[in-house]
């Protein structure tokens, strides 16, 4: 089995396992999404969503965002990493999409990177979650190790990474890959404790002795 049809059989096994498997953060428009990916950033989904929760409740439109006191958002997103930060990207995205978006959360890769806050990763994840565009696959930290584990990848670098796994991953399977090593690296291919013993990609795995 060459590493493309490997890579296909991992796909296959990993659908079958999470069948469920999907973006884990809440959100109802493309611009609720790129606000959630931002804050997600050194942050676990399910913290985000509880924010998210009340947020989008207050804000409802993009306009809502650009225009809101610095301090107020900041104050609104105070509990998670760096929020100062993210505040800021977030607000200068929102004035930047209706100055030069029309109001719309761009659909290209080039659009999205111009945004504030918006490096390749959360790029991936608008685009394939928002629009259906599976152009790159987002690389977390979860899809950094299980990738590197399962051998479908001997770089550490997450843009090098994402370049080895398209090379190996069929267009319209790109955004469900990423997905599903998620899913795998949470449940099974944990990153201290990997349970080998229950892992559906066993035999397929050189890092089964690890
Ligand atoms: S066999 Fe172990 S290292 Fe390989 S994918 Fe499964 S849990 Fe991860």
């Known amino acids: ?5 490997r890579t296909l059989e991992i796909i296959k096994r990993l659908k079958k396992e999470y069948p469920e498997s999907k973006i884990a953060l809440n959100y109802k428009t493309s611009f609720e999404l790129l606000v959630a990916t931002i804050l997600s950033a050194q942050t676990t989904d399910v913290h985000v969503n509880r924010v998210t929760e ?20 900041r104050k609104d997103i105070g509990s998670i990493n760096f929020y100062n930060n993210k505040a800021k990207n977030i607000r200068a995205s929102a004035a930047m999409i209706i100055e030069k978006f029309n109001s719309n959360v761009p659909q290209s890769m080039e659009e999205l990177t111009s945004l504030p806050g918006v490096a390749r990763k959360t790029a991936n994840i608008i685009l394939s979650n928002a629009y259906g565009i599976n152009e790159g696959i987002a690389v977390d930290t979860h899809v950094k190790r299980v990738s590197y584990r399962l051998g479908l990848t001997e770089n550490e670098d997450p843009v090098k990474i994402e370049k080895d796994l398209m090379a190996i991953t069929p267009g319209e399977e790109r955004g469900n890959l990423s997905h599903l090593l998620i899913f795998h690296g949470r449940k099974i291919c944990q990153a201290k404790k990997p349970k080998h013993s229950e892992c559906v990609l066993y035999d397929l795995c050189p890092s089964r002795d690890i």
Not at 1 to 5: A, G, Q, S
Not at 61 to 71: R, W
Request: hydrophobic residues 35%.
């Open 54 to 73: 009340k947020l989008f409740k207050k804000y409802k439109s993009i306009g809502d965002y650009a225009h809101v006191p610095l301090d107020t958002l």
């Open 1 to 5: 089995m060459d590493i493309r049809e």
